[in-house]
């Protein structure tokens, strides 16, 4: 039997399921199902539940009772899935010491991405020299500086998502207190919404797209920051479709890399803007949607083993 390994950061150890919201529930709940369906074992393990040389304890999703099973064994699985950050989620500082666990298990076993990918990539300044011309006028800032600003500014810390580490600011003088990027703040709203796209490859594949639309008068389209989401047909976003199959080519320098690009369109020149690169898209968006949700977990899987 055919193993794969979810690798995540966060002891959940002492809860009597793994601490998921329930979409989340929803969603690794089906994977699991599909996963059981050809005879291959989903598994899920916090990084510092490695010991060196195996997963000293896992969580084994259980097809029949659907629910997660603790299970205080040596495992050794075929294919590490990694969704486990490397920054506190608090403050966005990185940890090194994760990342470097992080390194330690890709020593050992088939791990999707590679952690140098998901450094480098992850990281809004790499993204700043990367994809610079296909982000909003931009640029880095030095620790304690201050800035004088006539506009709406967005500022962002290197490491962060879910709209964590983001400010969105029109004060005069802003002190920058941290390396940060600060970005021209896009007006998107139409038609008193405010929405943006996410475009997620497994590989050099475009397998879907989303929008993730803003609560009323919020400027972040983040669904922990209360935006909802919904799938788009990529036929109506061919602009999009296209400037992501762009944006991703140089991407190709990495064997393996599962990833989404999200954009906002202005609203006057409806010319598109990538916001950030993001190596771990959330797997929420398409609970609703099974024909969706069985297309990604399908080619998930099987570029995982493969």
């Known amino acids: 039997m055919k193993s794969i390994l979810i690798l995540y950061t966060g002891d959940d150890w002492h809860l009597d399921q793994p601490e998921h919201k329930e979409r989340f529930r929803r969603s690794y709940s089906y994977w699991g199902d ?17 010991n060196g040389e195996s997963f000293a304890k896992y969580w084994e999703y259980n097809p029949n009772t659907k629910a997660w099973e603790k299970i205080s064994n040596n495992f050794n699985p075929d294919v590490v899935y990694d969704k486990a950050r490397i920054y506190d989620k608090t403050n966005g500082h990185l940890e090194s010491d994760l990342y470097n666990k992080k390194i330690l298990v890709a020593s050992k076993y088939k791990f999707i ?19 610079n011309k296909y982000l909003p006028n931009s640029k880095f800032v030095p620790a304690n500086t201050s800035v004088n600003n006539n506009s709406k500014l967005v500022i962002k810390l290197p490491y962060g998502s879910g709209g964590n580490q983001v400010q969105i600011s029109e004060d005069r003088n802003i002190i920058i207190s941290e390396n940060s990027i600060i970005q021209e703040f896009i007006d998107a709203r139409a038609n008193d919404e405010l929405r943006d796209y996410r475009l997620v490859f497994i590989g050099s594949e475009l397998v879907y797209a989303a929008s993730r639309i803003a609560e009323k008068d919020s400027s972040f389209t983040n669904t922990n920051k209360g935006a909802h989401s919904e799938i788009v047909d990529m036929n109506t976003i061919p602009f999009l479709v296209e400037k992501a199959k762009e944006i991703s080519q140089p991407l190709s320098v990495f064997p393996k890399l599962i990833y989404s690009l999200d954009f906002i369109v202005e609203t006057q020149s409806n010319k598109p803007y990538l916001m950030e690169f993001n190596s771990t ?25 493969n």
């Open 34 to 50: 599909l996963c059981a369906s050809r005879d291959i074992k989903l598994v899920r393990s916090e990084i510092n539940w490695f």
């Open 113 to 131: 991405n590679p952690p140098e990918a998901s450094l480098f990539l992850d990281n809004k300044i790499n993204q700043l020299v990367l994809f």
């Open 281 to 305: 898209p959330g797997v929420g968006v398409f609970v609703d949607n099974i024909e969706i949700m069985e297309l990604f977990y399908s080619k998930l899987t099987d570029y995982l083993l």
